[in-house]
Nanobody, 123 residues
């Protein structure tokens, strides 16, 4: 199971960090990422990281503001210069694909979802 507390309310320009942990000792063997879903919109990819941590991708709208990282047990998303359009429920996610360079980019690529955490950015 994935757990990801850390959301909350922040003013525009502020920062938050989301941290996802897993109840499995081999979490660092899973490609992982963060997705988000705003009200009335489909779930979208935000950031992803390969199981080695060497490959990273971001959606264009967060490049330069968000940073994804991982260690053996945690995948974190540092969010800086937050904007009202970043308001959404954020989901930690992991894939079972056993490929060192693989990054899950679509909801259909995901095998495990965290429960979601709400991030609200006020203007």
């Amino acid at each position: 199971q994935l757990q990801a507390p850390g959301g909350g309310l922040v003013q525009a320009g502020g920062s938050l960090i989301l941290s996802c942990t897993a109840s499995i000792r081999t979490f660092n063997e899973y490609p992982a990422g963060w997705f988000r879903q705003a009200p009335g919109k489909e779930r979208e990819f935000v950031a992803g990281i390969s199981r080695t941590g060497r490959n990273i991708k971001y959606v264009d709208s967060v490049k330069g503001r968000f940073t994804i990282s991982r260690d053996k047990t945690t995948v974190a998303l540092q969010m800086n210069n937050l904007k009202p359009e970043d308001t959404a429920i954020y989901y930690c996610a992991a894939s079972q694909v056993a490929n060192n360079g693989y990054i899950p980019l679509k909801p259909a690529d995901i095998d495990f979802w965290g429960p979601g955490t709400l991030v609200t950015v006020s203007s």
